[in-house]
């Protein structure tokens, strides 16, 4: 098990079949510093014109088209004093004829304080002056490359990962991606010291980070979603407009996976689920909006 | 203040401007046992057919258009050993194909253990033979007459409230609902012993209730959705379909809320709404689907 | 079969069980005018608030839960020399950010040429000086009261009709509604000179009419939806936001259509309604969008 | 302006910026023989896997970002005596719970008789004995490389076309493509016999064609959406899912196309749209939905 310290000289906006920047085996670490979703880095240099540029890809050696990628999100380190938001709701999370009254949607420098892991509006607003916001640090944008040649925007998400703008994609989640081409080709960046659900003024604080992540290959796992889990929960990924979709996508990755894996009839299932479901909204921003199916381990059968 | 016994003797399947059944004041407590979503009582007896049979209306003096009322959950109290759900995901919430391989919708009985405070399946389901929820209960179906003469079904929800399905509605919550006739008239019923996020079964675990609430006019509140807060929360409803919609109505009537009430300016509103909002789903299985939007008290500003 | 001229002296904003303004034998006709979507009669006198005023109910003997009132469409004859639309596109119908850019919502007035049979801008708009409109009269809001003691407001539809704003309501059409009470109750109202497809300015050019329709019931048809024909097609209505779900409702409305009256399986309707079904939207501003699924009749098998 | 005999020798499954296959003038034709959906050529060998294999891509010099592609489609020959289409209904277009209900979706023989110009299904089906289909080609998959890097499976449709299975695009049409990088890479395939509105089946009759198209450079154009025009109509494509907001798209692309290019202000292209628009659906089965917004031309001001 190496670590490895990935220095970033080239960055892509796109989610593709792209030559590896890096090649590392199952079961590594990397560590790497992401530039934020305009592509600035720790520095305060444009490094690259956004949206969302990653990392990457990072070739992952083993991994093959129906093997699983796990992704453990080790450590998300802010390595900037600021971080920058929009200052208004955007149009698509209101009603439609609301959107004529919104304010125009300007960037916002937020301060970072490393030490204390908070952030405040630079510039104080009436009503605000004394919010500071504790650091909750998460991936925005990551996934591996998609099957057959297709090569997504960072700007959204689909079955391969990508743009989810997810709060539950923080230290200590493990992530699982569908892996599609040989290598896994894993992509990360657009880090958020903090978001609301939904995304809803179209990003978090925007910064950049030191994250470090482990990388596993997991042979011949079948997903066609993400799925995840954390401390106390698993959880689906469905990325889809509309909201229902992508619901019906978490929903019906979450009803298969309870089928296949802790072998659960489809009635059983479906008890389950009616009861103990809990959802939560990834972005209901990008072209692909997220929402995420969990369960609570403590309501699983054993494997 | 005083308390009143409320015993329904007819039942409704609609929310509209009907004869009162009973009228209070405001301040006053009413405690009242509800049926089952089927009309079933807590002898077993089917006293109504559904969907939902309400109690009520409860004409509430001094109510008028452009009034909230105020609605503290204060007790919901389980009067029957049974409640009831369906065995299958409904099949909206899922991929559409995969609808094809669902179990069929049948019910299904649950043992509720009212000293223990907690749910079973009465016939064992395998991988399903430790499932002991804990009884978490909710109010499915209430809300006020509408406006202009309308009259909703049971089976859906609209700016008046109705049948939400949300898990929020629990004893200690507090909901506003925006009058639109004289006396308000106030309707409950369709309790769950406890449900899942969306009701994506098309059920909670369904039974009778004995329900203590405390019906408040606050005077020319001008709501326009129901609005609610718990221990720790403010929350908006919107109630539409798709989500997305839902999520739409729920979200401007906070953004309105927090400049009304709390003194933001629009850039406030969405600067404090970005980085600190929660969603929850509340059913995506009714006409109309709800989506709750909150704020945790400790963000906002003093009144 | 009689022909009744039905002078009402009271309107009504909802589609409900309300006491009938008129009765009627299965088979008479009914000739009345009608207020436009504001309630401006051909006088131009405010007779009623909006929206969209009905005439009605007409209770037409013989009809019962179960069975269809056919409405056809005889003779629409405007009686006003002027009607009036809206001076934007509604922000519902363009993408979020560009709701921003939309002008405002003013009514405008249009000149009616009952001669000629054509509208006119009345006052000039660059670019449009020589726009004259053919009038294609058509009914906004019809429908008969639904199920349960439900009462709609007439500004949306449903499965017992209601505001569709469909253009294809026009003279020469025949119109199938599901009774859900005795005597049908079937109401009308907010005549169109024309209008484009969706009502996207949220209007036709609403205006007073003369119509005349015939009523006729038919037993046991045991209908979910509105159903019609012309002269040349049969279709099926849906309402339903979003426009996916009306679609669901029209299309399925359709399939089952063509299994039960024309005797097709169900992979003979696929095939048919696969290579020639038709789609048209009816309105997608209202609370309830429409989605109308056709099939010319000459691709139909004898019955 | 030559005339190009393209003869494909490989195929793809994406749009996206790949090499040449050949390279053509502006306003050069191109005639070429297309696989359909599965791959098969006119032998009725599979040439490629599917979805939807492309011939291409066609590098039109001079084209470069910014630019339109104009497509104009001259003339569709079917080459092969058989299509097939599938025996059911997508789940997605029918209500959910009637998925249970559909038949399954097996693929179905049609014959076609190129002499006579139509289509029957080759196996007889009980009901459709006598259904003879004239056939009414169209291009099912056709677009330019998208922006970025992007790629995107012949599946599914975006900003720069692909698969979009609309009726509309038929010989006749002229189809303008927004280029986003040098030589616009044009691709196309998948033809249909014919289709109906929707592709509700998920195909057309799905057959190979020779398609013969005039390929045109017009500088700066800064399209967003694919545009088209017939004999009598100008139409504006949006591809998305739901269909609300493919019809969004669409419509803010006709609203931006009457004030740029035909001088109305927001007000006349709103007074307009209003009264004359129509709608026009061209798939709602791949992942992104397709609607038109069309208007007449006789409608239209001078340019």
């Not at 305009?38 to 014109?49: E, F, M, N, S, T």
């Not at 004829?97 to 405040?120: C, H, K, M, N, Y």
């Not at 919010?131 to 960072?154: K, N």
């Not at 978490?250 to 296949?260: R, Y």
Request: hydrophobic share 40%; net charge negative.
């Amino acid at each position: 098990m190496t670590t490895h310290r990935f220095v970033a000289t080239e960055w892509h906006n796109v989610l593709g079949t792209l030559p590896p920047a890096i090649r590392v085996a199952s079961g590594d670490t990397v560590i790497t510093e992401t530039l934020d979703a305009w592509g600035i880095d720790k520095d305060d240099i444009k490094r690259r014109p956004g949206p969302n540029p990653m990392n990457g890809p990072i070739f992952v050696a083993g991994a093959e088209p129906g093997d699983a990628l796990k992704v453990e999100i080790v450590r998300m380190t802010p390595n900037r004093a600021t971080g920058w938001t929009r200052s208004s709701l955007a149009g698509n999370v209101v009603d439609p004829e609301a959107v004529r009254e919104l304010p125009s949607r300007e960037p916002v420098t937020w301060a970072i304080d490393r030490q204390a892991g908070t952030a405040q509006l630079r510039e104080p607003v009436a009503g605000l002056e004394h919010l500071v916001l504790p650091l909750e640090p998460m991936i925005g944008c990551f996934g591996v490359a998609p099957a057959m040649g297709q090569a997504f925007s960072t700007a959204t998400s689909a079955e391969n990962g990508g743009n989810m703008d997810y709060r539950g994609f923080r230290p200590g989640a493990t992530v699982w991606f569908p892996v599609a081409v040989e290598g896994a080709l894993f992509f990360l960046g657009d880090c958020h010291a903090i978001q609301g659900d939904g995304e809803i003024v179209g990003t978090g604080i925007e910064t950049s980070y030191e994250v470090e992540v482990r990388l596993t290959v997991e042979k011949d796992r079948r997903l066609v979603w993400p799925r995840g889990e954390n401390a106390t929960e698993i959880f689906s990924v469905g990325n889809a407009r509309p909201l229902d979709q992508a619901l019906q996508h978490a929903t019906t990755d979450m009803f298969n996976w309870l089928k296949s894996d802790y072998g659960l009839s489809s009635t059983a299932a479906s008890h389950l689920m009616g009861q103990v479901v809990r959802y939560e909204v990834g972005n209901v921003y990008d072209p692909a909006y997220t929402m995420v199916c969990k369960i609570e381990k403590k309501w699983l059968p054993a494997r």
